[in-house]
């Protein structure tokens, strides 16, 4: 703990990501490593296992270069600490919060742990003030709430990254004055994925309002795992102490699994479904629980973390054990995408938990819920009736399930469907939503009170579509 | 005994090594490091012992001490644990927010019970008397709801020399001098404590025959968990087990409900903390904190501290069925505490079984669920107490043939089958009626006879039997259409869709339709069961199908749950008689 800390020369053995130093003493669980290979570049690691004899150091960047008699190690005696500061919004930054855009250092404000600590059950606020993405299908069906993790749900070339560049530039909270963040974590994506955020961000001026943190795919592994904890100490920073809103947009949380499974195999440890560690709930949750509101802070976490089902299947662990941990989700769908409708928003299986208590009328408009469970139904409705049609054809349909099939048809024509630049108010989704059900007669609107069908149904027809 | 005093020699996640232990015993507590992290032996071989150390152990260094507590890993008892929120080992959530603000960081020395508060004591019994383990010295008053009893701790008998009179305590403050057998005295204070692997014992075991009353009508009625019983909720995200199990904590009859939330969600944890303050138990009209205690391990809590969540909690249920209590312990969820176990064991690179859980999970969680049960207490006024305990399960990928699935099946007698499909209807509670079953049906039996009707049983089987008819025509429907049915079979479809909407579904957030009692969800069924014959009857006389669906009665029927509270069941017979109105005109159109 005291003094300077000496280096090592030398280690035992390299193995993937992980190398193993011989008679080091007074080195703490978890400490971060200093690694220098022989022709001098340094490159970060952190201790994953101590004994008597022998520490085991994972390396961030990789061991490629690394030799057993030449590499360099110095123990740095306190855990991988990154940069928080205000500055941050408007950069880019690499896994240990460096800026990477070419601009001049920022400066750092503090430095923190980047494993954060839980939050105390006790110290948390229960969520419920709506935050507006702009987009109908969220806003409307599955609204995200302050201090929610709400993830996205997606497969191989869906449209998750023109929706997240969306939610980016448009989403804004209601009713409150304190500042409004985003932090974009983006983890193992392609380059010219990383083009188009940042070209996104640049273009439309949302960038000055962004901390974007980047790990691009072919960066080591391992780095992977830190980009998330980076941005989301800064997230923490900004909400608690700078009392800000702080959106956190997470891609692509399969990628991290994979990195995760990499790691461990290469450590030999006991793998559980599918080759993944055993511990992939605890790991996923240390990142999705750092979401939330605090008692007394003004500011708030929300997640949207999004991810890539393999083979579209929500089965498989990655969605599921997100799925375990999130506060609902929502699920994008290849058959909408083929249809065209973009945002793809499959509205029967997603779900936002934290919904019943961030809507309504202090949050967004008396109706909503009601609207929300009448369109749901009646959507699901309009499923039913779709799959007789493919039996019968349309001719044998009675009029009330064609009536139910117009509807199905201009709610995802008009609500789920939207412009890549289309903003919209919560309550324009609402106005569109009633002229969708204006195709329904009255009569099936049961799930809607009756002075709101008085208010509102009709009410909006002039400006219909 | 010497205490043990070691060093640490390796360090891997939640799991150390010490050297220099040979005074330890299996299963100790001990304090690890200089900032005094909690571990437990778990593990000792020569002076070596493996330790499951409870909190963050990042920073933790090699040749740090480790010194043995002398005390196995235990609880504190006493006045001062209902209302209260704790962690894994029993930390007090609020205290450690004190000291450590919002973030939970490494810190020394918290307690669970407040050492300073006093309490009111009432002492009942007199100096001389002759006591033995488990007798009432005295009670507190703990919250509205819950008189706690202060007992002879077990190992102890002998003649009262001392007891304090009426008046205020701390829980460290003498309260009773027993002489025990040899002539030694023994000071007892409120605060006593427990290990939490070790059962507390009892006289006997008694036989399970009252329900838990839990006003949710699928359960209560299709499928009873007794006072003393076991249940498992299998189900896959999104399916609506946290609802369930909170309904449970919320309206169970319990006297007192104790709710682990073992590595799941923290914000469900604050909605918890949010309501039960502010809903009243519909028996009694307090608040229903006064009867909860909650443990508190949160996903990104420590593992570890997870896999004692289980047994802290079942300690504490214990302890309060010593009392005389009916203890309902919800744990939620057992799947992450199976996971604590695979990831502990990983490190201690033990040999898995299926799936990479330890071998011995299927033991560990018998051990668990036969810690339920009714019994006779200890003590000579033969109380009964009881701890009934409903764990949920989350199989990956809604898989029920998964280890952790399977094992708890083969120790509870209830399986609730939350079904994916049926949320996704908006059905709930999700739970499927032809994958759940209970074993405690006739145990039952018998309570309701006695206190409800005398034909439940048999109305009960009668509508289960529709529903299981109904799901064989289901394949039928599909293939042919319902047109293609006889109107006998076409009343099932209709009669079973009645039963689904009106009775078996239940809005958890309809102030009415939230809780059903007995009464009601009995009446409820009757009704519609009679329906069922009575259409069967008109049918036969040749009334088409269409006209039994057309009857006003049906929408009275699907209205029954949300629109006549529970103590107003005499509108249940309105609905009644207009049923045999509405059955009675239409035979009259037939003639």
């Keep these: ?465 | 005994m010497a205490t043990a005093e070691g060093t640490v020699i390796r360090i891997a996640g939640p799991v150390a090594e010490a050297k220099g232990m040979s005074n330890a015993v299996m299963h100790e507590m001990v304090e690890v490091g200089h900032n005094g992290l909690i571990g437990e032996i778990i593990r000792l071989e020569g002076d070596h012992a493996t330790i499951q150390i409870y909190q963050n152990t990042s920073g933790l260094k090699l040749n740090e001490p480790v010194i043995g507590t002398g005390s196995l890993l235990s609880v504190e008892l006493g006045p001062g644990l209902i209302g209260g929120v704790f962690d894994g080992i029993q930390r007090q959530l609020e205290s450690l927010r004190v000291l450590t603000g919002p973030f939970i960081k490494q810190v020394h020395g918290i307690t669970a019970l407040s050492q300073e508060k006093k309490w009111s004591f009432h002492p009942k019994v007199k100096t001389d008397a002759k006591l033995v383990s488990g007798d009432i010295l005295g009670t507190v008053k703990e919250t509205n709801l819950v008189e706690h009893r202060i007992m002879v701790p077990v190992g102890v008998k002998g003649k009262l020399v001392e007891i304090a009179s009426e008046g205020d305590y701390t829980i460290v403050e003498t309260i009773a001098v027993i002489e025990v057998a040899d002539g030694k005295k023994t000071d007892i204070q409120m605060l006593q404590r427990w290990p939490v692997r070790i059962p507390r014992p009892h006289t006997r075991r008694l036989f399970a025959s009252i329900p838990l009353i839990t006003g949710q009508r699928v359960i209560d009625t299709f499928f009873p968990i007794a006072k003393g019983g076991s249940a498992a909720i299998p189900g896959p995200f999104g399916a609506g087990k946290t609802i369930t199990q909170q309904q449970l904590a919320k309206w169970s009859d319990a006297n007192v409900v104790i709710y682990v939330g073992c590595g799941e969600r923290g914000n469900e944890m604050v909605e918890v903390l949010d309501t039960f303050p502010q809903l009243l138990d519909p028996t009694t009209g307090q608040p229903l904190m006064e009867r909860t205690i909650l443990v508190a391990n949160t996903s990104n809590m420590p593992v570890s501290a997870r896999e004692a969540s289980i047994y802290t909690g079942i300690t504490l249920a214990e302890y309060y069925r010593d009392m005389g209590y009916a203890v309902a312990l919800m744990a939620d969820s057992t799947s992450r505490w199976a996971e604590a176990l695979r990831e502990v064991s990983g490190r201690l690179e033990e040999m898995p079984a299926e799936e990479g859980f330890p071998s011995y999970l299927p033991s560990r969680l018998a051990e668990f669920y036969e810690r339920t049960g009714v019994v006779e207490t200890l003590g000579t006024d033969g109380r009964t107490g009881s701890i009934c305990a409903i764990g949920a399960v989350s199989p990956p990928g809604g898989d029920f043939s998964e280890p952790v699935t399977q094992h708890t099946k083969r120790f509870t007698r209830v399986f609730w089958a939350l079904d994916a499909e049926l949320a996704g209807s908006r059905h709930y509670p999700a739970i499927n009626w032809m994958a759940s079953y209970s074993g405690y049906i006739t145990d039952l039996t018998d309570w309701w006879h006695k206190n409800v009707d005398d034909k439940w049983a048999d109305y009960r089987n009668e509508a289960m039997h529709i529903l299981q008819a109904e799901d064989e025509l289901k394949n039928i429907v599909k293939l042919v259409g319902p047109e293609a049915l006889p109107d006998k079979q076409r009343l099932i479809i209709e009669t079973a869709r009645v039963i689904r909407i009106a009775f078996l579904q239940q809005n958890a957030l309809d102030p009415i339709d939230t809780y059903c009692n007995p009464k009601k969800q009995y009446k409820m069924l009757k009704i519609i069961v009679d329906f069922h014959h009575l259409a069967g009857n008109v049918i036969i006389k040749g009334a088409p199908i269409f006209k039994i669906t057309e009857l006003p009665v049906i929408e009275d029927l699907m209205r029954m749950k949300n629109s006549i509270p529970n103590d107003q069941l005499e509108r249940l017979d309105e609905v009644e008689k207009k049923m045999h109105q509405n059955m009675e005109n239409l035979e009259a159109t037939l003639r």
């Design chain 1, 1 to 465: 703990m005291s003094g300077p800390s000496l280096e090592y020369r030398g280690v035992l053995s390299i193995n993937g990501p992980i190398i193993m130093v011989e008679n080091v003493s007074n080195v703490g669980y978890d400490e971060l490593v200093s690694v220098k290979t022989p022709t001098g570049e340094k490159r970060l690691g952190k201790v994953i296992q101590v004994s008597q004899n022998v520490v085991t150091v994972q390396v961030f960047e990789g061991t490629t270069n690394l030799s057993p008699s030449e590499t360099r190690t110095r123990f740095l005696g306190h855990s991988l600490e990154v940069p928080v500061s205000t500055e941050m919004l408007g950069r880019i930054m690499n896994s240990y919060g460096e800026p990477i855009d070419g601009h001049p250092r920022f400066f750092t404000e503090e430095k923190r742990d980047v494993n954060g600590y839980p939050i105390n059950p006790t110290a948390r606020e229960y969520p419920k003030d709506f935050i507006q993405t702009g987009l109908s299908a969220i806003d409307g069906l599955a609204s995200l709430v302050r201090g929610q993790k709400l993830p996205v749900f997606s497969g191989p070339g869906l449209s998750h990254n023109e929706l997240a560049a969306q939610i980016v530039r448009q989403a804004q909270i209601r009713n409150a004055t304190e500042p409004f963040n985003i932090v974009f974590i983006a983890m193992g994506i392609k380059h010219d994925d990383a083009d188009f955020f940042r070209k996104s961000f640049e273009e439309t001026g949302a960038i000055k309002n962004v901390a974007m943190f980047l790990n691009l795919a072919d960066d080591p592994p391992v780095e992977r795992i830190i980009t998330p904890r980076a941005g989301l100490t800064l997230a923490e920073y900004l909400a608690y102490e700078k009392d800000s809103h702080v959106l956190v947009i997470m891609t692509d949380i399969t990628n991290y699994c994979e990195a995760l499974r990499e790691i461990s195999s290469s450590m030999e440890e006991v793998p559980s479904r599918k080759g993944y560690p055993g511990y992939m709930y605890s790991d996923l949750a240390s990142l999705y629980e750092r979401a939330g509101r605090i008692v007394g802070k003004k500011g708030s976490i929300t997640q949207m973390p999004i991810l890539t089902m393999p083979n579209d299947d929500i089965t498989h662990p990655i969605p599921d054990l997100t799925g375990y941990i999130t506060e609902g989700q929502i699920v994008l769908s290849r058959n909408l995408e083929k249809q065209g409708i973009y945002p793809p928003i499959n509205i029967i299986t997603s779900l936002s938990r934290l919904m019943k208590d961030g809507i309504g009328k202090n949050n967004t408009r008396e109706d909503h819920a009601n609207i929300a469970s009448q369109l749901y139904s009646a959507y699901a409705q309009y499923n039913n009736v779709k799959s007789l049609v493919a039996i019968i054809g349309e001719e044998g349909l009675g009029t009330h399930d064609k009536e139910y099939l117009r509807f199905g048809e201009r709610f995802e024509k008009a609500l789920i469907k939207q412009g890549r630049n289309e903003n919209r108010t919560i309550e324009q989704t609402l106005d569109i939503a009633w002229n969708a059900l204006s195709d329904l007669p009255e009569e099936e609107l049961t799930a809607i009170k009756p002075e709101y069908i008085q208010k509102y149904l009709h009410k909006t027809d002039a400006e219909a579509i």
